[in-house]
């Protein structure tokens, strides 16, 4: 059964700084690698697809990379927005997409 | 529709009590998901339908949760004689093509309250 594990759970940092979300799973036979958003009481909305023969993909302040010889994935936003505060959850697999617990990010103005 | 609906948005039960809980897909996505997100979590695989046809149903955690989507559209997970853990937040997700090709797109979710 894929495993997938996000690191750091929360993250804090000061509005325009740079960072990474990291995302991990057992089974690199996947399809499929999702990144989402989840605000506090909403669904998820999708941010960004690489699907397997991808090695990343790009939208905005938002990069995404996947390494499925190492089953790692990384989610890179460029310069934090207070409005970029959320749960970002990763999801890997094929028919039957895996969730990671997410990364509780939170950017202080 | 513009996104994935589901309704209700709210449902508190009581226990033993039966419950229902509607998706309506983006029209024309072919296939169609539950997952099921306790507080805290990420949501977990219930069961997966391309079409009318249920192709997976291996999340689902007892034979109290039932799926179906009789005309390849509208989905309905029923939940029988419902205990205080099957209270979560129901998400229904649904991908134009077949469940490995394309994005997900998720509803709101049906947050289900058992007492």
């Known amino acids: 059964k894929q495993e997938v594990t996000q690191i750091p759970a929360a993250l804090s940092v000061p509005e325009g700084e740079n960072l990474v979300l990291n995302c991990s799973f057992t089974d690199s036979a996947i399809y499929n690698l999702q990144w989402f958003r989840q605000d506090p009481g909403k669904g998820l909305t999708s941010l960004l697809l690489?699907?397997?023969?991808?090695r990343e993909q790009t939208s905005g302040r938002l990069n995404a990379s996947l390494d499925k010889s190492s089953g790692r994935s990384t989610l890179y936003i460029a310069a934090s927005q207070p409005g970029d505060s959320a749960t970002y959850l990763c999801a890997a697999g094929d028919n039957d997409m895996r969730f990671g617990a997410g990364t509780r990010l939170t950017v202080k103005p | 529709g513009a996104g994935v609906s589901q309704s209700p948005r709210y449902k508190v039960a009581k226990r033993g009590q039966d419950v229902a809980l509607r998706c309506d897909p983006i029209s024309g996505h072919v296939s169609l998901f539950w997952y099921q997100q306790a507080l805290g979590q990420g949501p977990e695989f219930l069961t997966y339908f391309q079409n009318e046809a249920q192709l997976d149903k291996s999340g689902l955690p007892s034979d109290r949760f039932f799926a179906e989507r009789p005309e390849g559209s509208v989905s309905t997970l029923k939940i029988q004689r419902t205990q205080q853990e099957d209270s979560a937040v129901y998400l229904c997700?649904?991908?134009?093509?077949?469940?490995?090709?394309?994005?997900?797109?998720f509803g709101e979710g049906s947050r289900l309250t058992v007492l």
């Open positions: 690489i699907q397997s023969s991808q």
């Open positions: 997700a649904s991908s134009p093509g077949q469940a490995n090709t394309g994005e997900l797109f």
